[in-house]
């Protein structure tokens, strides 16, 4: 079975300008999360989407937006891109949306994000 | 929101080695986790520990769950090269009805040969 996918791997951008990210999830998972990953901050969540509806969010401001297709494939946007948005993103996939108990996260190998 | 503390920062080991890293909360967890990132790649899945007292082992790798349930820390005995990476000790706090993880910083274990 494949797993998780993300296109693209590596990015480059300047300030001002926006960006989407896309994830794949493994076949038959319905929920996909994403992540930034800095090594000053590590690992912090972003937003879940679950019936292509977001079901949860991180503490991030409005510019990092997402969605999800009824194929359950997500995208991520960030628009007017700062300095401080380079980072490794990551998306997971589960098979069910987080709940009372952890449904087992599935990581795709990342999008690298340079902001020049 | 959660604050994980995960130490060592880094380890450098000699083969044969064991290893051990641990993870503190301000907060309780109903699950804990410890993942491995290789260069390159997402975070892997190691051991998932759901219960307070927890001991849970995958191959040469030990994981706890502390009875505080704010801690959890991770073994690694006679440490091998492909051992080297980045390990991650997370937290699932359930929340009232959403679920979600929070992470620690991460220890990066470098295995001399």
């Known amino acids: 079975k494949a797993g998780v996918t993300q296109t693209p791997r590596y990015l480059i951008k300047t300030r001002g300008q926006q960006v989407t990210l896309s994830c794949s999830p493994i076949?038959?998972?319905?929920?996909v999360s994403w992540y930034q990953q800095t090594p000053g901050q590590g690992l912090q969540f972003l937003f879940e989407?679950?019936?292509?509806?977001?079901?949860n969010k991180g503490n991030f401001p409005g510019r990092f937006s997402g969605r999800q297709f009824s194929n359950s494939r997500s995208e991520m946007n960030v628009s007017t891109l700062e300095l401080g948005d380079s980072a490794l993103y990551l998306c997971?996939?589960?098979?069910?949306?987080?709940?009372?108990?952890?449904?087992?996260?599935?990581f795709g190998p990342g999008t690298r994000l340079t902001v020049l | 929101g959660q604050q994980l503390n995960q130490s060592p920062q880094s380890m450098f080991i000699q083969e044969g080695e064991d290893v051990s890293m641990n993870c503190t909360s301000s907060?309780?967890?109903?699950?804990w986790l410890w993942y491995k990132q290789d260069p390159g790649e997402g975070p892997v899945l190691l051991i998932a520990?759901?219960?307070?007292?927890e001991l849970t082992s995958n191959g040469r790798l030990t994981a706890q769950f502390g009875i505080t349930r704010k801690d959890s820390f991770l073994n690694i005995s006679a440490s091998i090269p492909s051992d080297v990476g980045i390990y991650f000790c997370?937290?699932?706090?359930?929340?009232?009805?959403?679920?979600?993880?929070?992470f620690g910083r991460g220890t990066q274990l470098t295995v001399w040969p």
């Open positions: 997971a996939s589960s098979l069910l949306a987080s709940g009372s108990s952890y449904n087992e996260q599935f």
């Open positions: 907060s309780i967890f109903n699950t």
């Open positions: 076949s038959g998972h319905r929920s």
């Open positions: 520990l759901y219960k307070a007292g």
């Open positions: 997370a937290g699932y706090d359930r929340g009232s009805t959403l679920g979600r993880l929070y």
């Open positions: 989407y679950f019936s292509e509806t977001q079901r």
